[in-house]
């Protein structure tokens, strides 16, 4: 699934610059938390096709999604990143949507559209 049906499955507003090879990237994964422990534990595999959905809107998640190799998050619950961590989101070639969707139904409508789940 590319990135611009994910926002607009997601009625996702950008927060970065669309990058033209994230834009065109096929995401077959998601992983959903607000832990980045958790994404550092579970994301292993296929790092480049997983989108990161979480509420934590902060240089954390910035940098767990670097160290993964993931590069494109969708803020749920309407959370946005301050205008330091866009700047360091643009820095790191991160792409960044923001959703006004709680996590659950995200995740519902990404999992019906076929995009499926890392689980433990």
Do not use: H
């Amino acid at each position: 699934m590319l990135a611009k049906e994910i926002a607009d499955i997601l009625c996702a507003a950008p927060l970065t610059e669309w990058d033209e090879t994230i834009m065109n990237q096929d995401y077959r994964n998601v992983f959903a938390t607000d832990l980045m422990s958790d994404a550092l534990a579970m994301i292993q595999d296929n790092e480049e096709s997983t989108v990161l959905l979480t509420g934590l809107c902060n240089s954390q998640t910035l940098r767990t999604a670097e160290m993964l190799d993931v590069r494109f998050i969708v803020f749920v619950r309407g959370k946005f990143l301050q205008d330091i961590d866009l700047e360091m989101a643009r820095n790191m070639d991160i792409t960044c949507i923001a959703t006004d969707l709680t996590m659950y139904d995200a995740c519902g409508r990404l999992y019906q559209k076929g995009l499926a789940g890392i689980y433990g």
